[in-house]
Structures are given as C-alpha cells and as structure tokens.
C-alpha cells in the first residue's frame, strides 16, 4: 500500500485518480477495475522507457530517498522529445516500501 500511497500524492497521480473518478461516474469504467493498484498497472502497462540528460543542479541522499534536480533537463523516448528548464526527480527503493 505504501508505493501507492507514493504514487497518489504525486501530480500524475492525483490527475490519474481523477480521471479514473469522472470514468467511473460516466459509467466508461467500472469502480473494481477503478481501485486496480497503480503500481500494478505502471508494472504490466508501461512499457516505454525514458532518457532523462540535464545539468545536475542539486542532489541528495536521506531516509533511503534520493532526491536529484536538474537543470535544462531532456526527456527523451523513443516518439519525442521534451526540454524542461528545472525538474525536481524523487526516488526511492520499491523493495523498501514494501516492508
């Protein structure tokens, strides 16, 4: 439960719980299929991958998170490619979240 709790307070998270709310209430979607665990989702469905290249700004290591931020970042996939002046990257242990 704890990854995700992890992924529900993020951005996407929060937009992803809400999209999946308006589908339930307009009936596109079932309420069992709505609760399906986001990690177990991301793990089965995602299957792109992503290059993140920036000018490391700031990086920090505490509790087991590591917390990196850039500068003049690239996202880059396989489709596109996107340019972002400042991104803020959390990561944490998957195996430790779910002791």
Request: net charge negative; charged share 25%; hydrophobic share 35%.
């Amino acid at each position: 439960m704890a990854t995700f709790e992890l992924y529900r307070r993020s951005t996407i998270g929060m937009c992803l719980t809400e999209t999946l709310d308006e589908m339930v209430q307009s009936g596109t979607l079932s309420p069992e299929l709505a609760i399906q665990s986001m990690t177990e989702a991301l793990e089965t469905q995602v299957k792109s991958k992503v290059t993140i290249k920036g000018h490391l700004h700031t990086y920090r290591f505490c509790d087991n998170v590591w917390t990196f931020i850039l500068q003049d970042a690239l996202f880059k996939n396989e489709e596109t490619q996107e340019n972002v002046g400042r991104v803020k990257i959390v990561a944490c242990d998957s195996k430790l979240l779910t002791q």
